[in-house]
Nanobody, 126 residues
């Protein structure tokens, strides 16, 4: 089991930026795939971005392409979600998740992941 702790959420104006971090412990970071999901108030959860075990493959939901960047630093056992040009509709609780074991693949379904963080709130004001 991997333990995950997100940080970096907060309140930002539209057009601003935030960087979320997901610190992992329990297994070597390079052994699992990682993803970010979000859940807005009153809405179902949504896939945001995924990165493969190696870090060479990434995938994004269309609404964040060109604005968000997922990355990982396996030496630090930490994943990141850089969010630029934020919009009010990006307001949500953001969760990181990991899948172990995994192929070198980007998993986009929440059922594909077996460890989750507690979430961090991102609020974008207009």
């Amino acid at each position: 089991q991997v333990q995950l702790l997100e940080s970096g959420g907060g309140l930002v104006q539209a057009g601003g930026s935030l960087r979320l971090a997901c610190a992992a412990s329990g297994r070597t970071c390079s052994s699992y795939a990682m993803g970010w999901f979000r859940r807005a108030s009153g809405k179902a959860g949504e896939f945001v971005a995924a990165i493969s075990r190696s870090g060479f493959r990434t995938k994004y939901v269309d609404s964040v392409k060109g604005r968000f960047t997922i990355s990982r630093d396996n030496a630090k056992n930490t994943g990141y979600l850089q969010m630029n040009s934020l919009k009010p509709e990006d307001t949500a609780v953001y969760f990181c998740a990991t899948r172990y074991p995994s192929l070198d693949y980007c998993y986009t379904n929440d059922n594909d992941y077996n460890s989750w963080g507690q979430g961090t709130q991102v609020t974008v004001s207009s």
